[in-house]
């Protein structure tokens, strides 16, 4: 399974029993609704943050290594396009553009 997806049905697991907590707990008029849910949602965190530390690093070790093999597909994919230009400024004989050249 996805980590970022095991992740968040975890997290809504969390907040799910927190609300059946707090309504135990008797949080359960019509009036107590708005204490229900932000109640829940305070408690959700706590408990997240701390119970679900390792799926938490699972998942930002997986978003990492998606971002560092992009990067680098990025940079080979930037020195293919770097080498086709030398190639056609030797063709051409074009002189390369340096950081130097000044284009007012």
Known sequence: MNAFLRYTVLRALVFLGCVALLWLLGLRGEDDTLLLV???ALLSMLVSYVALRRFREDYSAQVATTI???TAARRERAGDRASDEAEEDAETGARPATEDDDFR
Do not use: L, T
């Open 38 to 40: 932000v109640g829940a």
């Open 68 to 70: 560092e093999r992009r």
